[in-house]
């Protein structure tokens, strides 16, 4: 059942099992300005919460967007006429301008996808709507355009004077902004963050190699970290190689004493998964080097699923 369910239209899905009105599939593909554009996801809501949904990679154009890693200015009042932030906008503002820069493959993006946010999420926005909690969500490339979102809505709506609240959960997230971008939202969640407004937390699995690159630019928010044994960790204190060995992992069991239960589970877990038989699927995702391993969303899905069901238990 859940099966034939899984492959029903996902405007059934998100209605039937998560009572989420779909407002607007997004597909966007194509050229602008000479940036490739394509953008996929979905955004729903209902009378408590709205969705802004961004898909993974999964296209030739998807990839050209990641390591599209040259920056652009942050300048919507000019880039959103035109569609796109310039032929040469790699080179513009770089020594002159003080505005702070993003990386130009996601920014090319959320400027095709804005209008729709303003279409769609703005409204529910509104002081007289009903008190919302705003999720931005995505993986992978999802996970940049989630990033992208977050600096839209955070720079362009007073929340500090809204019922609403705004949250972005992303994972496997690539760095998107220079730090000077960096530093603006930072600054606007630590206003935000007291009057519990906005949570901005970036969901890493291990190794993942994704969420190391692309170089010279940054991330925001707080870290949730997930283990090679299926620990969820909030906000560690580790370097951006994103590994933590076996002595931080014993001083983080120190502070956390319920870690140590939850590996012993995850230890029983895992010596029953060596005594069956490994899938045709297994075998393969094992044929994997773990950095690229690590970021199938998968191997995200499953610590969370795991940690969800003991919650319920």
């Not at 993974?56 to 652009?72: E, K, P, Q």
């Not at 090319?108 to 946010?117: D, R």
């Not at 992978?140 to 600096?151: R, Y």
């Not at 960096?182 to 190794?207: Q, S």
Request: one cysteine or more; proline letters at 6%.
């Amino acid at each position: 059942h859940s099966e034939k369910e899984a492959h029903k239209p996902l405007t059934h899905i998100l209605e039937a099992h998560f009572d989420l009105k779909v407002d607007k599939i997004m597909n966007l593909t194509g050229w602008s300005g000479g940036h490739p554009i394509d953008t996929q996801g979905f955004i729903a809501h209902n009378e408590e919460i709205i969705v802004v949904s961004f898909r993974c990679t999964t296209s030739a154009l998807d990839w050209m967007t990641n390591f599209a890693a040259g920056s652009s200015e942050w300048e919507l009042d000019e880039d959103l006429e035109q569609g796109h932030s310039g032929w040469c906008s790699c080179f513009e503002g770089r020594f002159s301008s003080k505005k702070p820069r993003v990386h130009t493959g996601f920014y090319n993006n959320i400027l095709q996808v804005i209008p729709l946010l303003q279409e769609h999420v703005d409204p529910l926005l509104a002081p007289d709507q009903p008190p919302r909690k705003l999720y931005v969500v995505g993986h992978s490339l999802g996970a940049g355009m989630s990033t992208m979102a977050t600096c839209y809505f955070l720079q362009n709506h007073e929340w500090q004077h809204l019922p609403h609240k705004f949250i972005n959960i992303s994972a496997g997230t690539p760095k998107a902004l220079k730090k000077d971008m960096a530093d603006v939202i930072e600054e606007r969640l630590a206003e935000l963050r007291p009057l519990d407004k906005a949570v901005v937390c970036r969901v890493v699995m291990n190794e993942d190699v994704v969420a190391k690159v692309p170089h010279n630019y940054t991330h925001i928010g707080k870290l949730v970290f997930l283990t090679e044994d299926g620990q969820v960790l909030i906000g560690p204190k580790i370097s951006d190689s994103h590994i933590i060995d076996e002595k931080e992992m014993k001083e983080l069991s120190k502070k956390n004493p319920q870690l140590a239960e939850l590996a012993e589970a995850s230890s029983k877990d895992d010596d029953d998964d060596e005594t069956r038989e490994l899938t045709k699927y297994e075998k393969m995702m094992r044929k994997i080097p773990r950095p690229f391993r690590d970021h199938c969303p998968d191997f995200y899905l499953a610590p969370l699923i795991k940690l969800y069901n003991r919650d319920l238990e």
